[in-house]
Every structure is written in C-alpha cells, then in structure tokens.
C-alpha cells in the first residue's frame, strides 16, 4: 500500500474486495495534486484506483477541450467514475449586477457541461453560484439571490440536455457570501427551481459556519445527491477534529446514497495553492489518499452507508 499508512486506518493485509460492502462510491478530488487535467495525472488514477476508490473528481483549469477527452478515455479504460468540480471567477459572475457578465457566467457554466461530457461524467459540484473570493462588504441581497437562481436554471436546462447534474455548494464565508449555510444553499436550490440543480454538503465548510450537521442535512434531506468528506484542516479525513461520528451517523439517517467524494489540499498545484490560501503541507498526498480511504471504508461499516 502507498504512502506510508498508519496501522489505525491501514488495509491490514485486506484488498478492496474485503470491505464491507458499501452502498456509496469513494471518489477522490484530484485538486490534492493538480487544477488542470492532463496525462500527468494518468498515475495518479492509476495508484487511486489500486488504493480501491471509485473515482476521481476533476477540476476545470485546462481551458481546452482534448485533454479533458483524453483522460476520459482513461479513466474509462481502467474501470474509475468521474466527477467534475468547477468555480467561477469575477468576469462572469452569476450575481453580478451587469447582465452582460451574468450571460458569461451562464456560458462558462455551459462550458463546464461540455467539457462534463467530454470526460464522462454526470455531476458537476463546487460553489459556482457566485464569484469565488469576490465580496460586496456586506450581506448577500434577494437580487443576487434572484441572478444567480435565473443563471442556474439556465444551467440546469443546458446541462439537463445530457443527464448532467449542477451539485451547488455552501462555502466557508471567507471564500464567499451569498451561500455560506446550507440554509441559504437550501433557498437558492428552491428559487432555482431545476431537477438538474441540486444541493451538495461539505464537511469542512459545515465546520466552520453549521450550528449542527444533523439538523443541516435534513434541510436538504430529498435532493442531497453529492458529499466531499473534507478535515477540518483539508488534511486527512479522521486525523483532525471535525466530529465524523456526528457526519456519517447524519448521513445514514437520511439512507444518503451519493459520492463519498475526499477533498484535501497541498502546494503541489502552486497556482492553485495560492488561490485558495494553502500556505503549508498538511500531510503528504498519499497519505491522505490511503488513510483518508481506510477511515472512510471504516466509518461506512459502522454506520452502514
């Protein structure tokens, strides 16, 4: 086993085949290493898929078309799902006052959908409501929350075209405004109002800004299709402080049946690492990957998921 796993979480001797078996799929967002897809990464879905997950999820920093193919077809040849993780920036924010950079929001949105369909997958899932890190210097308004539910219905009608499903998040309030609580996730989801735009949870944003996760998950109890299982840190799932008892017991109690996607950060992608403030290492890759598996195959035993 890769990466030097610790005996807590350690396959112990046990293939993939040995687990209990899941009624989730693991994925990994592949972000840990690298925000533009390429062969490069081709290894890495190799070494994942051998560790035992499901899939990868990919982000979208490679502005071209072929590459985004090309791993695809990889990923398809070696039996790994995909999922797709996006952001939007400030030249084409959803809820922005101009319509003119509304209208490039929603075509980079539909830009996401086809470049979804160029890698196979179904989901695409990040905070692409908004503008990444652009704030206003005050609370969100009923206009913003109305341009962005009109972008994402367009979105969603586009993406309805091939099955592809928008898994909108909630993030931390240091990275965004208007959807910081599942609760106002959960309002915007509403005024949407598309069967191919849903909401999805995160552990580490619901750290910081949740009062209680359970009472969270059952805002969206009927559309919770999608989940990144993130520490507190964006280190290893279970080595930090984020109570995943409280996650996964939770999630079992709404019978969830989505991704189990890991979501952890480093400075291998420099560009990325910058964007989003990871100023440090928090564990070594393969590490997070081979531990942050064991934990997750754990926690699915004990609670049944």
């Given at each position: ?220 109890k009927d559309s919770l299709s999608h989940v990144h299982i993130s520490e507190n840190d964006r280190g290893t799932p279970g080595d930090g402080h984020i109570h995943w008892d409280n996650v996964f017991s939770s999630l079992a109690s709404l019978n969830y049946r989505g991704w189990l996607t890991i979501e952890a950060f480093s400075r291998n992608d420099v560009n990325f690492a ?32």
């Open positions: 086993m890769p990466g030097g796993v610790t005996p807590e979480y350690a396959h112990q001797g046990k293939g993939p085949d040995e687990y209990y078996k899941a009624k989730n799929k693991v994925g990994f967002n592949l972000l840990l290493w690298s925000a533009v897809v390429s062969e490069k990464m081709n290894p890495i879905a190799l070494r994942l898929k051998e560790i035992g997950y499901d899939g990868v999820e990919v982000a979208t920093g490679e502005l071209s078309s072929s590459p985004y193919l090309e791993y695809g077809k990889f990923l398809k040849s070696i039996g790994l799902e995909v999922s797709m993780v996006m952001a939007v920036g400030r030249e084409e924010d959803p809820i922005h006052e101009l319509q003119t950079i509304r209208d490039k929001a929603l075509e980079k949105l539909k830009w996401g959908v086809d470049r979804a369909n160029d890698l196979g997958a179904k989901i695409i899932c990040g905070p692409f409501h908004s503008a990444f890190a652009n704030f206003r210097k005050r609370p969100p308004s009923e206009d913003e929350y109305k341009w962005s539910a009109e972008v994402l219905h367009k979105a969603g009608e586009y993406a309805a075209q091939s099955n592809v499903v928008f898994m909108a998040e909630a993030i931390n309030r240091f990275e965004c405004y208007l959807c910081n609580t599942i609760t106002q996730l959960a309002k915007l989801i509403k005024m949407t109002d598309h069967p191919n735009v849903k909401p999805m949870f995160d552990s580490h944003h619901a750290n910081i800004e949740e009062k209680n996760i359970k009472d969270t998950v059952q805002l969206i910058n964007s989003i403030n990871v100023w440090r290492e928090y564990n070594k890759p393969w590490d997070i990957a081979a531990n942050g598996f064991a934990f997750i195959k754990k926690m699915q035993t004990k609670y049944q998921l």
